[in-house]
Each structure stands twice: as structure tokens, then as C-alpha cells.
């Protein structure tokens, strides 16, 4: 079956530490996002890229980075220049058009310890 | 710039009603797509329904339906006949580039 896996659903970072998370597609789509959400708000957007070897900033992109190396894959690395970083964090593909939906993965719930 | 806005932070429903969830949005673009997902409590966002902005009718999927009215910019979502299992956060989605999304509406659905 197609999907979207994202790996850990739980994780814990230390103050100073860097973490990554995984985000592994089969959809063969060409766009990849990450978007953070706090509690009772709304999804904002980290990271995306449309192809591969190529990605762009989103609105919060400050204390992230990304890679694109394949299509397959998009990890999110959290640094430690993200001073607050405990959040849920969303990742989704889908086909480059306006008119396609997001397919989502289930999510990393990260918390700063 | 985009904007997306909805305004119900909470809504109840009772079981078998119709509830309609608002959103409207703001874009100078003339083409765009909007999206509802549906957030259950475990966390996973699922999509819905789209309706693209020439789309003349109203996009209808099962017991989802959106009212979208364009010189209005809202995209209004609604659901029939609730059951229980609609209790959720639903969220309003636009996209032009990547999608930008709405603050979200909490529904529960009462026995």
C-alpha cells in the first residue's frame, strides 16, 4: 500500500542536542512538506521542496534544515538553534498542483527535555 | 498575502444534525484550490474534499459537502447526518504554492 511514514511518533532532545526526523514516501509525488503545530493552532509550514536536490524555506524555517536527495525521502533535522522546539511536526507529499490534497503522515511529537 | 480564517474555535453538534464549519480566505490569485482535513485525536490530518476556484458546483464527497462562494471567499464546510466519530479538529486549507491553513475548528459530536 502507498503512504507516507514518519518515524519516531515520539521523541525527546536534550537542550543543545540535534535531532532527526524521518519522512519516507511510496506515492512516487514530486512535493514534500514539513509543518509544525503547537497546541490548538494551525499547521505552519517549515520546509518544502517541489524536486529533488531542491527545497525552500517556509514561514518558520529558522533553527531547521532539510535535505532532498532523494525522492523518496525528506528528513528534518531540529537544531539546537531552535529554542523551542517541543511541538508536533507534520509531514506530507503530494503531486505539484493546486488542485491535489496533501497525503500526511502520522506525525513526531517532539519534547525538550 | 494568503490568508485563511476560521472563526469557531469550538462547535457542538448533536448526533444526526448537520453542522456547516466556516472558513474564508483571502488571495489575489485567481487560481487555487481549498481543502478540508479532518484531525482526529491520534494526530494524522486526512483530506476530505477540494473545491478549485473555477469549479462552478459544489464539491460533495459522502456526508461532506462545501458551499464555496467565491465573491464571499468563503469555503464553508458541511456535514450531514453527524455521527460520533466526526468529533475532531477540522481544518481549511488553501493552496497556491504549498497550502497554508486556518487556526481549526474543534467539533463534538453529543449522543
Known amino acids: 500500500d502507498g503512504g507516507i511514514t514518519q518515524s519516531p511518533k515520539y521523541l525527546f532532545r536534550k537542550e543543545g542536542q540535534n535531532v532527526t526526523l524521518s519522512c519516507e514516501q511510496n506515492l512516487n509525488h514530486d512535493a514534500m512538506y514539513w509543518y509544525r503545530q503547537d497546541p490548538g493552532q494551525g499547521l505552519r509550514l517549515i520546509y518544502y521542496s517541489q524536486i529533488v536536490n531542491d527545497f525552500q524555506k517556509g514561514d518558520i524555517a529558522e533553527g531547521y534544515s532539510v535535505s532532498r536527495e532523494k525522492k523518496e525521502s525528506f528528513p528534518l533535522t531540529v537544531t539546537s538553534a531552535q529554542k523551542n522546539p517541543t511541538a508536533f511536526y507534520l509531514c506530507?507529499?503530494?503531486?505539484?498542483?493546486?488542485?491535489?490534497?496533501?497525503?500526511f503522515g502520522s506525525g513526531t511529537r517532539l519534547t525538550v527535555v | 498575502a494568503q490568508k485563511i480564517t476560521q472563526t469557531q474555535p469550538g462547535m457542538f453538534v448533536q448526533e444526526k444534525e448537520a453542522v456547516t464549519l466556516d472558513c474564508t480566505y483571502d488571495t489575489s490569485d485567481p487560481s487555487y484550490g481549498l481543502f478540508w482535513y479532518k484531525q482526529p485525536s491520534s494526530g494524522e490530518m486526512i483530506f476530505l474534499i477540494y473545491q478549485g476556484s473555477y469549479d462552478q458546483q459544489n464539491a460533495t464527497e459522502g456526508r461532506y459537502s462545501l458551499n464555496f462562494q467565491k465573491a464571499r471567499k468563503s469555503a464553508n464546510l458541511v456535514i450531514s447526518a453527524s455521527q460520533l466519530g466526526d468529533s475532531a479538529m477540522y481544518f481549511c486549507?488553501?493552496?497556491?504554492?504549498?497550502?497554508?491553513f486556518g487556526q481549526g475548528t474543534e467539533l463534538s459530536v453529543k449522543p
Open positions: 486549507a488553501m493552496r497556491e504554492g504549498p497550502s497554508i
Open positions: 506530507a507529499s503530494s503531486a505539484d498542483r493546486v488542485s491535489y490534497g496533501y497525503t
